[in-house]
Structures are given as C-alpha cells and as structure tokens.
C-alpha cells in the first residue's frame, strides 16, 4: 500500500482514478489543483497528475515539487499526446507519462514500477499475517507461508479490502484468467487450500449467501 496523490480537476476523471488506487490497496489523496496538491506532498509516497490544470500547471506543479522533495515519483497523466508535450513533461522532472485514454492495468503497473524504483515496496499487515505484493511472499511470526498463485492472488484480492464481501464469481473473474477450463466452485477449493496454509480459518470469513471477505479490521482482536 501507498499514500498516492491525485491531482486532476476533471470531477469524473478524478474519481476514476481514485476508486482504480483505493482498489488496488493504496491510500489517495485527490484534489482539483496543483496548489493544494502541493499542500499534501509531504505526506504521500506518489503522485499522478495532469497537465492542464486551473492555476498552476502540471508542469510547474512538477518543476516545484522536485524542489521540496527530489525523490518523489511522478507519474503524468495527460490528454496531451505529442511528442514535444512529452519532452517538456520529462523536462519538467516527470518519472513517466501516461496518455488518455489510458488502460487500468497499465496505469497500475506502471505506478507499482515507479514505487518499486523508489525502494517504497507494497507490504500489507494484516492481524498476524505480513503480505509483500511486490514479492509475493506471505508471512506469520517471521514463518514463510508457501502459497500457489492463485491462492496468493486470492489473498490479495481480499486483504486489500478488508470487510468487503466477494462473490465467487467476482473472485474468479480476478483471479482465473479467461482461458481458464476452471469453474467457479474452483473458488471454494482455493480458498479452502489458502485457510488451511493460513493455520487459522477466521481470517477469511465466509459471508453466506454472497462469498467470502477477509476480515475487518474492526473484528481484529
């Protein structure tokens, strides 16, 4: 997980964005301009920002930014597709520019390369369990728990949202890929596999009728 920041002054683009990153685990701060962007910067790890923004540009925002905090990654996320709006984007301190429209996956890959590059690995610790997406490695009491990929990708589904309910079919969308023979009962066997190596079934409930969750932190005791 990551503190990323969103500066982006189009409404429905702005929280596009920020329900893609909070899905994906991250924490987001989003706002409509470059200024109060820079309000937030000492606290986030990333920042995602557009170019044509009211008041301060993008570009500023960048040139700025790199002075209060060189190492910041920054990730430009612009309409602006032209080869001379990419030089002046790099020109300005950009890390990487993504053009719209833009693909969810890649935009995710590339922000998890950039905080791979900047040493801010994404670790989750959840009750007695430490996840390392970027590893994908599972750990309780400093014991590694040797996990499939699907079990590991199953596990990471739910700990990001802990308390969120997942029906089958919404687990096996994200985690068995199209060309997949497996059917959606696969799900059950998986996550009865990933309670057993987990040594301790209660971290992932079992929600009747709907699916499954991992559990809330507001049940952590």
Request: hydrophobic share 40%; net charge negative; glycine share 6%.
């Amino acid at each position: 997980m990551a503190h990323i920041l969103v500066i982006e002054d189009d409404p429905p683009s702005r929280e596009v964005i920020t329900e893609v990153l909070e899905f994906d685990g991250h924490q987001v701060v989003a706002t409509r301009t470059a200024e109060e962007g820079l309000r937030h910067l000492p606290q986030v790890d990333l920042v995602v920002v557009d170019v044509m923004l009211p008041g301060m540009s993008g570009m500023d925002f960048t040139e700025t930014a790199r002075r209060l905090k060189p190492d910041i990654p920054i990730l430009m996320l612009t309409s602006l597709a032209h080869q001379g709006d990419r030089i002046a984007g790099f020109k300005s301190g950009i890390d990487d520019y993504l053009t719209k429209p833009y693909d969810v996956t890649e935009l995710l890959l590339r922000i998890k390369a950039l905080l791979r590059r900047s040493g801010r690995s994404e670790v989750m610790q959840r009750g007695p369990y430490q996840i390392d997406v970027s590893e994908r490695s599972v750990y309780h009491q400093n014991k590694a728990i040797e996990l499939s990929r699907l079990e590991f990708d199953l596990l990471i589904t739910l700990a990001r949202s802990p308390g969120k309910a997942f029906s089958r079919e919404e687990l096996f969308e994200k985690v068995w890929s199209e060309e997949s023979d497996a059917l959606v009962r696969s799900v059950d066997v998986k996550i009865a596999d990933l309670r057993r190596k987990m040594g301790d079934a209660s971290w992932i409930q079992t929600v009747w009728g709907v699916g499954y969750r991992f559990k809330p932190d507001r049940d952590r005791s």
